[in-house]
């Protein structure tokens, strides 16, 4: 039978080509991984509809990727999984139309502190908003987020890491001196206190802003800020040319700000992205790696006002595995 | 005497206590629990009667307006204490029936027990309290089985109630100036709570040798978040210090201490008379059903719940002791 | 009221040196008439905190701390008490009633520092010995070099019986060597109903002391014990002292045997 499939087109719709000649996979993104359970049943639906062999699968960026769709179907799923699209709030130009780009990847991200008590921040909301501020868009970015220093959402794999912080507050006069938190940041972080006149001193240059200290105190001595703080790693990657891990960038930084300089971003790729790179998609590392960090930073922080706890790296250096370079595997 | 306010009549006769008073009420602090987003309720200084915490039982208890977690005894300077100035302003605590109960146990160890304590008997001689009743039960409380579910020494009774605010208030001074219309108020209180808890009646030394105490020992952590949280634990340290940039002058404190932390039972020479975790829940949980009553005639628990609810381990203290009544059969 | 965590100013009269590790400081002291053996003060050097120290010794005007060094407080003692004064305050406890043991075969066990506390009855007995039948001491050290009250001792030898033993000693050593208990079992009595027993030391040494006394066939009753814990304020305030019911710093640290088996931490 004739089957006349734009495969580009369809690819920028977010569904795959399969290896089985005549079929393909249905790509669902859920922002931050966090979804109601009914959206389960929704995607199970589509599924048993129109998967061949009725299997899903669950995706490394946390979507589901139902398998052996018929590329014939193709309009009508488009159609089907709109109910769903609207369950999970992504954003879309147009109804029934589908994912309409591809490149930016769905945004991934930890447990978070609906549930995880080292989380942070909730990392699933600021997923969405993320998701509001930049989809669809056919860049190859990759964002994560996570709720702690733990980094279990591995965000120094993506373009952009987005790592909680918080600014550990100490009031001395509910400080008992039991030293839990000093021993619970010697083990489970970066030993950034010690005591003195048995007071807790607080190492700023060391302290990550994990919070060990506040789930440890047994007083609230210490407590979080009220303030919400962030990490910003970024270009971290993995790949065929050089697999690299992300760099901090901003320590103690705002959600705002984090959102202004992923959206700068696209604008610098625009402008710099190789006119040769395959389906317009070329990691944001090596278009900085060729125009230099100082000419990223000029774009990235166009409009951007850090505040002043913020702490911005000069220079970042980024090293990673290079596959292309073969002499470091040969005596 | 009791009264019938609208809302702003009592916030205005509530205006007028904070003018004569410093006035502490369990209140929500916002964000500052434990875990990122979440909420503690301890005691604060309200503005108005909203301010207040009126559902919630407070996690940490109203103790530490009279004993703070930091005290300064004396401050020292060559050879000279110098003895720091008593509150100047009398003190009004709003607190629940448990909480009156504890009272009497703070007394116990600070009035009673040998010497009178200086700096508590100060606080406490200008301290009042205002009860706020229990339409229901808390969850983790058992006041019911302790006994302290009702309490009929405060000074004043205040409850919200939609936009009335009903009052009681036998300490004249409270009532000064005020113009509503008076009836009969009396304070809720619960008959019945979620948890019962049956003490055990013939403890020995006998059960020192029991495997409970390791069964619930061994899951502890030893963070002592159950002392800090009870209204009737007392115990402190002495620490002394001189200032960093002046060690020539320095000061005496005495700040809370557990029984459950380590450290607390350690001699000079290192020697620690009760190591391991399943001991010292053995000491606290006996201080707490049977000790104190030995030498005060009544238990030190209030039922007030509050370590079963804080403890991170979920180690329950209601369960144990439930546990121990049973093995008495 | 007063303030009774306010400590006094006392000057130090005299600073007898035991060891390298074990002085006696002679405190100044207005009141040391109402002073008893066992009970004990609260001593500190501003600053760096208070420890709770027995009484070894009472003067007209004067009370005897001998201190150990072994802890923060006692070894910034040490360093900086020259010339000069320490702050303290008691006495706590009710320490030991000498009307106990009058009459008696008393036999007064202790190791180490822990003849401190005791130091008071054998001073008595050893200046009063018609006031009761007879009186040993068995005091064990370390080893010889760690032997206190070296001039007491001499004083005691002419008076009371005194068997002073090291736990180990050089070759040459020709004094008594062996743990305390090792003399208990040997100790002849007139009539040992009419016995009693004083055992100070560490929790450890109290134990197998007193295991070996009751296998002499004596009651319970016959023996008091004095124990040794965290006290932070000798007041029943803080807590730290306290064995079930009991607050060793205000109904101890001196228990008859009777009561004293009940304390376990």
Known sequence: ?331 | ?329 | MKNEYIPQLSTVREVIKHTALEYTFRMEFDHAEIVKPGQFFEISLPKYGEAPISVSGIGADTVDFTIRRVGKVTNEIFENYVGDKLFIRGPYGNGFDIENYKGKELVVIAGGTGLSPIKGVVDYFAAHTDENISTTLIAGFKDPDSVLFRDDFKFWKENINVIQSVDRAPEDYTGPVGMVTKYIPDLKFTDISNASFICVGPPIMIKFVVKAILELGVKEEQIWVSHERKMCCGLGKCGHCRVGSTYICLDGPVFNYVDGKKLID
């Open chain 1, 1 to 331: 039978m004739a089957m006349d499939i734009n495969t580009k087109k369809i690819k920028r719709n977010a569904f795959r080509v399969s290896k089985k000649r005549g079929y393909g996979a249905c790509r669902i993104r859920v922002p931050g991984g966090y979804l109601d359970s009914k959206v389960l049943g929704m995607v199970q639906e589509i599924a048993d509809k129109y998967s061949a062999t009725g299997k899903i699968h669950l995706t490394t960026r946390q979507g589901f990727e139902i398998e052996d769709i018929r590329l014939t179907d193709i309009p009508e799923i488009t159609r089907a999984i709109q109910p769903i699209i609207e369950a999970v709030g992504i954003n879309q130009k147009d109804p029934y139309t589908g994912y309409t780009e591809s490149g930016t990847r769905n945004i991934s991200a930890c447990i978070g502190n609906n549930v995880c008590p080292f989380a942070n921040y909730n990392t699933s909301a600021l997923a969405r908003k993320i998701d509001k501020a930049i989809f669809p868009n056919d860049l190859h970015f990759k964002v994560a987020c996570t709720g702690c220093s733990n980094d279990c959402a591995k965000v120094r794999m993506h373009d952009f890491g987005i790592i909680g912080m918080t600014m550990p507050q100490y009031d001395p006069t509910r400080c008992i001196s039991c030293e839990a938190c000093v021993k619970g940041c010697k083990s489970l972080s970066v030993g950034a206190l010690s005591i003195n006149n048995y007071k807790i001193v607080r190492d700023t240059e060391k302290c990550i802003g994990c919070g060990v200290c506040v789930t440890k105190c047994p007083t609230r001595a210490w407590t979080r800020s009220q303030k919400k703080y962030y990490k910003l790693t970024i270009m971290g990657r993995t790949g065929k040319k050089n697999p690299r891990l992300g760099q901090d960038w901003l320590v103690w930084a705002d959600e705002e700000n984090i959102i202004k300089i992923i959206c700068n971003t696209y604008r610098f790729v625009e402008q710099y992205i190789s006119p040769n790179a395959p389906a317009r998609k070329e990691h944001i590392g090596y278009i900085i790696d060729r125009v230099g960090f100082e000419e990223y930073k000029k774009w990235a922080l166009e409009g951007v006002e850090l505040m002043p706890e913020t702490i911005m790296k000069k220079c970042i250096y980024w090293n990673g595995i290079h596959f292309t370079d073969k002499s470091a595997w040969t005596d």
């Open chain 2, 1 to 329: 005497m009791g009264y019938q306010f609208t809302k702003a009549e009592a916030n205005a006769l509530f205006q007028q206590w904070k003018e004569r008073y410093d006035v502490y009420a369990p209140m929500l602090m916002k964000g500052e629990g434990c875990f990122s987003d979440t909420d503690i309720v301890r005691y604060g200084q309200p503005d108005t009667l909203e301010d207040i915490e009126w559902a919630k039982k407070s996690d940490y208890s109203f103790k530490e307006v009279l004993l703070s977690i930091n005290q300064t005894l004396f401050y020292f300077t060559e050879d000279k204490t110098i003895v720091p100035n008593p509150p100047k302003k009398e003190i009004l605590i709003f607190l629940r029936a448990c909480d009156m109960h504890a009272l009497t146990r703070l007394d116990d160890v600070y009035l009673k027990n040998g010497f009178e304590d200086i700096y508590y008997r100060q606080v406490r001689e200008m301290t009042h309290f205002v009860l706020m009743g229990c339409t229901q039960s808390c969850e983790t409380g058992f006041c019911v089985s302790m006994g302290t579910n009702k309490a009929d020494t405060y000074d004043g009774y205040v409850k919200l109630d939609g936009e009335t605010v009903l009052m009681d208030l036998p300490m004249a001074e409270l009532a000064e100036g005020a113009k509503a219309e008076e009836l009969a108020v009396t304070p809720d209180y619960v008959t019945e709570n979620f948890e019962k808890v049956t003490l055990p009646k013939n403890l020995t030394n006998e059960c020192f040798t029991d495997d409970i105490w390791k069964e619930f020992g061994s899951r502890c952590i030893a963070c002592g978040r159950c002392n800090f949280a009870c209204p009737t634990c007392t115990c402190y340290t002495m620490q002394d210090i001189f200032y960093n940039d002046n060690p020539k002058n320095g000061e005496r404190r005495r700040v809370w201490a557990s029984c459950q932390v380590d450290g607390y039972t350690v001699i000079a020479g290192g020697y620690d008379c009760r190591k391991n975790q399943s001991d010292r829940m053995r000491f606290k949980v006996l201080h707490k059903i049977s000790d104190h009553e030995k030498r005060f005639g009544h238990t030190m628990c209030v039922g007030c719940g509050r370590c079963e609810a804080i403890c991170p381990e979920y180690i329950s203290y209601i369960t144990l002791i439930n546990r121990l009544a049973e093995k008495e059969g």
